[in-house]
């Protein structure tokens, strides 16, 4: 079994609570993922060996994951509503998809290709 040798890469100004779902876009050379308990989306870019944080956005609730929109902009999956962002970086609205009494969240997520 291989050995991975990991080490720190981006310097957050502290740490990520919960971060999880890094995901590359290859169309604008960037980056994302969220820190779940914390409500934020990250961008970074790639420079050398290391990352440099572009941006974050707070949502005002847990963020379970970021996936790529066919026409570049995001689709964000909060605790209990989906956010869409356009390619322009704007928010474009929401979809609640959880009733605010279910205990349960929106999590891991992933666009079908298809």
Do not use: K
Request: aromatic share 4%; glycine share 14%.
């Amino acid at each position: 079994m291989p050995i991975i040798h990991a080490r720190r890469c981006a310097d957050l100004g502290g740490y990520l609570t919960l971060g999880e779902g890094p995901i590359w876009d290859d169309l604008t050379g960037r980056l994302l993922w969220v820190d779940i308990a914390e409500g934020l989306l990250y961008e970074g870019s790639l420079a050398g060996d290391r990352v440099e944080i572009r941006g974050r956005r707070a949502f005002g609730e847990s963020v379970g994951a970021v996936a790529l929109a066919h026409d570049g902009g995001l689709v964000v999956a909060g605790a209990r509503r989906v956010h869409l962002i356009d390619a322009q970086g704007q928010g474009s609205g929401s979809v609640r998809l959880l009733d605010a009494d279910r205990p349960s969240r929106l999590n891991d997520a992933i666009c079908d290709p298809a």
